[in-house]
């Protein structure tokens, strides 16, 4: 059954994102895709939250499955942007840097919520692959937010604040699993 549900999570986001990557460089594209990060991120917030002292051993593997998962979906994306793409206009740069921020605000709960779950994850033996599946996600979001960066000149200040406000959970949350440090 977690084979599964795993393998339908990962259909559904490959197609979600095969639908969008023709075009994905374009400013509605990109919003829609991070929209799609944002109900991924949420959906896992929400299945995290509840784990407790009962319910982790048996399902505290949804944590790196999830966080794999929305890995994934980043690095499809990643893979449709062009360096050819020109900046996007104000308006546009706009309304990313605002569903930009709306994601940061959704990530930074989750990883927040999984940092507050470190003692149980460590009780059941799931600190390294949490900890491996969260690199691969902090490494997927860097090249991302990177390339989105360059399409959003004239918001770099309000979305470079966001992607260090994001880089500083990603920090507190790479050190509590791994004792690494971030590579934002």
């Known amino acids: 059954m977690k084979f599964f549900s795993t393998f339908l999570a990962a259909a559904f986001v490959a197609l979600l994102l095969n639908v969008a990557g023709t075009m994905a460089q374009t400013s509605d594209q990109v919003i829609s895709a991070i929209q799609s990060f944002i109900t991924s991120s949420s959906n896992l917030d929400a299945e ?9 051993p048996t399902m505290g593997f949804i944590i790196a499955e999830g966080f794999n998962n ?16 020109p900046p996007y206009p104000d308006d546009a740069a706009v309304a990313v840097v605002d569903v930009f921020t709306a994601f ?9 919520v999984v940092i507050g779950k470190h003692t149980l994850a460590a009780m ?7 900890a ?3 690199r691969s996600l902090e490494g997927a979001v860097v ?30 949350a790479t050190m509590v699993y791994g004792g690494v440090t971030s590579v934002i």
Do not use: K, Y
């Not at 929305?70 to 793409?85: G, K, L, W, Y």
């Not at 059941?124 to 949490?130: C, D, H, S, T």
């Open 48 to 56: 995290v939250t509840p784990l407790n002292a009962v319910t982790f």
């Open 70 to 85: 929305i890995t994934s979906a980043v690095n499809t994306f990643n893979a449709e942007f062009s360096a050819d793409t």
């Open 104 to 112: 940061v605000e959704v990530h930074q709960d989750l990883l927040n």
């Open 124 to 130: 059941f033996g799931f600190v390294a692959p949490i």
């Open 132 to 134: 491996a599946a969260l």
């Open 143 to 172: 090249t991302f937010a990177f390339a989105l960066l360059s399409l959003v000149p004239t918001e770099s200040g309000p979305f470079t604040a966001q992607l260090d406000a994001l880089a500083a959970t990603f920090a507190n």
